[in-house]
């Protein structure tokens, strides 16, 4: 005989009971909901799109990731981008709704969680939470396609299949075993996006020690086995990304760029430099969503209350879902040291917390409404509380619409300027639009394409790559670009061929992307030896093929990275001309090409 977790935890209600259509309903407003606050953000690049966008068109080209493409992320992304990009081609639109079709299931996942652990209408309101919370940070972080994003569907899933394996008794064993064993399968996939998803192996044990201790679950017996299964299941998850890089022959390149990178890049900043930025972009991201922290908040606060309360084990498993909101607290704050654990508290990281916090939120939204509908008030206490309940409900509601208007003012003007056929002045200062714009001067310029001064404001992304070397395949020196910096949004955008593996800077100066443009603020976290047998490597590469042109990025922030600043490249440098600058980036072209000055080239320094 088996038992419902959920019937353990929740108490069934007449008002949480929906049926199929009405699920469906809701289903549907939120894919109407999640297309329209992502679709008009299709049209730009974000932060590190360019260098997903590169990785894949060149895993296309046939080149093996980390041997042939410098990458420091796990391989999963780069594959997933190639493998769109094979079925429907290199678009941005192509990304962006794989984009959208990866938060309506995230949402479907969140809907059995919270059903799963609470009921029908918990886990409605989870979905439609991360819907629109999904998308209401820093624009750029929160509409790409990131690792932190892409892993959050088979992160969220694998919990999701680890709580559920402790939901049968032992006369059904093999289905807890196999529940853990496919939770443990999805997280090792996660993990092959972005290596924090092995918290979840974290969170598996601290639950499976919590069940055991505070009852979370129907029984208590065979905790070492079930972990073992995740373990298990995590290594047959990742295996296949593993063969792949054995096969590449890329094994020790991806332990460099990956790993011994990674752990480098987390121990740049001191201790107390990386607590100063948490507390202050934590405070900024749960400012910017309030309603998950006042949510947050009533959850922890029905948490305490209820853990300092005797309670018999009826009263864990039936009372009012304590041992889910446990449960939940739990995964929140082992997501957020899987977060924290690099060191960097970027926009996008706080996706590894979203799922935890839209479940909690539902929960405590609820829990916030549910506390206004008591009846016979007698006593001034009692009144006071629900004076105060209800100001508590205005607050979020206030907050919430102030959330949405402060995140998707951006999305109200993109749509109109869709509807005119024309960009507006707000969308022309935007910071993504002026960096998008930035980039495709260059791409036109190194394209030597005959068009007009704005040309690059005209012409779509397809466009601008026609009858490039992406499309009819590279013949020549012309069809090679080198870009010196970590702007690989140039290779996309022109359409030309990356002319060296070396797709960021960071192995060939040691200086993390995310802080070699602060002037003199940097230091290195390689060896000399190890930045100077990969500038070596590179001036081979550029030698061999010897690209028309060379774009430095890098060298408009700091003079001391520039490229030509650097000896291995003095020879190289030698045989180009500074043509000038397009915005920030400066452009060196072959002294032996004939030049044909465009209107939209730089002007040609002495």
Not at 143 to 148: I, S, V
Not at 192 to 220: C, E, G, H, S, Y
Not at 443 to 456: G, H, N
């Amino acid at each position: 005989m088996r038992a419902s977790y959920s019937s353990k935890l929740s108490v069934a209600n007449p008002e949480t009971q929906f049926d199929r259509a009405t699920i469906l309903k809701v289903f549907a407003a939120l894919v109407v909901i999640t297309f329209l606050l992502r679709i008009f953000y299709s049209g730009q690049l974000y932060e590190d799109d360019g260098l997903w966008f590169t990785a894949a068109e060149e895993i296309l080209r046939g080149k093996a990731l980390y041997r042939e493409i410098y990458f420091d992320k796990p391989p999963a992304i780069a594959l997933v981008y190639a493998g769109l990009f094979k079925l429907f081609g290199a678009h941005i639109l192509t990304i962006r709704l794989f984009t959208i079709i990866c938060s309506i299931v995230i949402s479907i996942v969140l809907y059995l969680f919270g059903k799963q652990l609470y009921d029908k209408r918990t886990g409605l309101i989870a979905a439609a939470m991360f819907a629109v919370f999904s998308t209401t940070y820093q624009e750029g972080h929160f509409q790409g396609l990131n690792t932190d994003f892409l892993m959050a569907l088979p992160y969220t899933a694998g919990a999701y299949l680890m709580i559920r394996s402790r939901v049968y008794h032992r006369p059904v064993w093999t289905q807890s075993a196999w529940l853990a064993l496919c939770g443990g399968i999805l997280t090792g996939i996660a993990s092959q996006i972005n290596p924090k998803a092995a918290f979840n192996l974290v969170f598996f044990a601290l639950f499976l020690f919590a069940a055991r201790k505070w009852q979370l679950a129907t029984w208590r017996r065979g905790n070492v086995l079930l972990f073992a299964f995740a373990l298990a299941g995590f290594a047959i998850g990742a295996l296949p990304f593993l063969i792949y890089i054995a096969a590449t022959k890329s094994f020790s390149f991806y332990w460099l760029y990956v790993w011994d990178w990674g752990a480098r890049y987390a121990r740049y900043y001191p201790a107390w430099k990386i607590a100063v930025s948490a507390l202050t972009q934590s405070f900024d991201y749960f400012a910017s969503n309030n309603t998950l922290l006042i949510a947050l908040a009533f959850v922890v606060v029905s948490v305490i209350k209820r853990s300092g309360k005797k309670q018999n084990d009826t009263k864990l498993a039936t009372g009012a879902g304590f041992a889910s909101d446990v449960i939940l607290l739990l995964w929140l704050g082992v997501s957020y040291a899987g977060l924290a654990v690099g060191g960097r508290f970027f926009g996008h990281y706080f996706f590894q917390i979203l799922p935890s916090l839209c479940l909690i939120g539902a929960r405590g939204l609820i829990g916030i409404v549910s506390a206004l509908k008591l009846r016979n008030i007698t006593t001034d206490r009692a009144a006071r509380k629900w004076n105060m309940r209800h100001a508590l409900l205005a607050l979020v509601a206030v907050g919430f619409v102030i959330t949405l208007i402060r995140f998707h003012s951006r999305t109200v003007i993109l749509a109109a300027d869709w509807v005119r056929g024309t960009k507006s002045a707000a969308t022309l200062e935007w910071f993504h639009e002026q960096l998008n714009h930035e980039e495709r001067m260059a791409a036109t310029a190194v394209r030597s394409l005959d068009d007009e001064s704005q040309a690059e404001d005209q012409m779509s992304a397809e466009a601008l790559r026609a009858d490039s070397p992406r499309e009819r395949g590279a013949e020549g020196p012309a069809d090679y670009l080198f870009v010196w910096g970590y702007r690989p949004e140039l290779y996309y955008w022109s359409g030309l061929i990356p002319a060296s593996k070396y797709l960021s800077t960071q192995m060939l100066t040691g200086v993390p992307a995310d802080v070699h443009y602060f002037g003199e603020d940097y230091r290195s976290i390689l060896e000399e030896n190890v930045t100077r047998a990969a500038r070596a490597e590179l001036a081979r590469e550029l030698d061999e093929v010897r690209p028309r042109y060379i774009v430095d990025e890098l060298g408009s922030f700091n003079a001391n990275l520039a490229f030509s600043n650097y000896p291995e490249f003095r020879e190289i440098i030698s045989g180009y001309r500074n043509v000038g600058m397009i915005k920030r980036f400066i452009i060196y072209h072959r002294r032996d090409f004939v030049k044909n000055h465009r209107k939209n080239s730089p002007d040609a320094q002495p």
